[in-house]
């Protein structure tokens, strides 16, 4: 058996419903093609619902949402930001934007997100201005310890739920946790606007605030008045359309996700070496990606496994690098409770994620499976 179809799989392709498109003609027919709209008011409406909180800002993207979460929060020049160094980019670099200064805390071995134990001993070096915690390829982080040290220290927390929107903690869900969270709906996450992003809270000042600095910051007034710098960070009507089409299959694509997770962990219980992303007790996670890490394994080994899938069109990634070991945050500090890689770094030389939209098939999976068979008989 080999990929001989020609079609390549993808590690997390956008997976459309069919429903979208009766939504976007619904907003061209409307003639609401501008930013704003009905269907940004109702996408709001209906993420902040699905979430459990109270207040919502759509905008252009996650990424515009971490830096608007930040500018409220008052962040500045030279202040100090613990940072999850497990993540994807975006939640970094947000910090960047400001010229604050990211801290980035270590994984933790039983979620593989942020540190609780890392994190307190973070504490007894800076004063930080926030928190910004990343659930981790659809997991949610342990709220129950990070919330308790953040509120010790009065220290404000964003969950940074781009890749965890339909996870679960404590019954919770992934987005309601922090004075702030975002999402992102870019085109691979689990449902998307093709680009655009989230910011919430139950904070009805930090939501009224977001909503205006992302539209250039204008006073209530005939003409443009502006008393301070702004952005241009709304989505457009048309794109919250989309989102509104997705969001209703999102339950479904968590639990076709789910299965993806299972159906891989079923088959390859046989290999010792392969450790599967834990799930926290009392947690759902969405199993966004399924990552997984061989024990024995060095980046080299992992290269050369990502260089078999590419020969058979598959798109397989190493872990995201962690932000301590990039070089464009050389010289930043990185606070570990174990060795000074980190487990983190542990974990890149060792990780890999799959495949795992919710449109692959078992078939699809099959030919994955193979690949990591034959790779390690
Ligand atoms: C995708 C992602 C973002 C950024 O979202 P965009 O909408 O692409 O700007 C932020 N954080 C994490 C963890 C992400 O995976």
Redesign the pocket.
């Known amino acids: 058996m080999s990929n001989s179809s020609g079609k390549k799989l993808y590690l997390s392709p956008p997976h459309l419903n069919g429903d979208e498109i009766n939504y976007i003609s619904n907003a061209i027919e409307s003639n609401w093609v501008a930013p704003l709209g009905p269907h940004v008011d109702a996408f709001e409406e209906e993420v902040s619902q699905y979430v459990g909180v109270n207040h919502a800002a759509a905008l252009?993207?996650?990424?515009?949402?971490?830096h608007l979460a930040l500018k409220i929060l008052g962040v500045k020049k030279g202040d100090h930001v613990f940072c999850?160094d497990l993540?994807?980019?975006?939640?970094a670099n947000a910090i960047r934007y400001l010229d604050a200064i990211p801290v980035f805390i270590d994984a933790d071995p039983a979620s593989w997100n942020m540190c609780p134990k890392a994190l307190l001993k973070a504490f007894d070096s800076y004063s930080p201005k926030a928190v910004i915690v990343?659930?981790?390829y659809g997991q949610s982080a342990n709220y129950e310890d990070l919330s308790e040290i953040c509120n010790a220290h009065k220290i404000q927390l964003i969950e940074?739920?781009?890749?965890s929107l339909g996870a679960e903690f404590q019954g919770r869900k992934c987005g309601s946790f922090g004075d702030m969270a975002?999402l992102?709906?870019?085109g691979?996450?689990i449902i998307t606007t093709s680009?655009?992003?989230m910011l919430l809270s139950n904070n009805k000042n930090y939501i009224e605030e977001a909503k205006k600095l992302s539209t250039q910051a204008r006073e209530d007034a005939i003409h443009y008045e502006h008393n301070r710098v702004g952005y241009n960070y709304r989505l457009s009507n048309i794109l919250a359309a989309i989102g509104r089409a997705q969001l209703k299959s999102l339950d479904d694509y968590v639990n076709k996700r789910r299965d993806i997770f299972n159906y891989y962990k079923n088959q390859l219980d046989n290999f010792d070496q392969i450790e599967f992303m834990p799930e926290l007790e009392n947690s759902i996670s969405t199993r966004w990606l399924t990552v997984l890490r061989f024990q024995d394994f060095s980046y080299n080994d992992i290269k050369s496994l990502v260089e078999k899938f590419s020969l058979e069109n598959i798109e397989a990634k190493p872990l995201?690098k962690p932000m301590h070991l990039q070089p464009v945050f050389k010289g930043l500090s990185f606070i570990s409770s174990q060795d000074p890689d980190g487990f983190s770094g542990e974990l890149f030389q060792q990780g890999i994620c799959l495949p795992s939209g919710s449109a692959l098939n078992t078939d699809e999976q099959g030919l994955i499976i193979e690949v990591i068979k034959n790779f390690l008989n």
Do not use: C
Not at 60 to 66: F, M, N, Q, V
Not at 87 to 91: D, G, L, N, V
Not at 160 to 163: F, K, M, W
């Open positions: 252009s993207s996650g990424t515009a949402a971490l999850s993540t994807f980019i975006a939640s990343t659930d981790l940074d739920a781009a890749e975002i992102s709906f870019n691979n996450k680009g655009g992003g995201w």
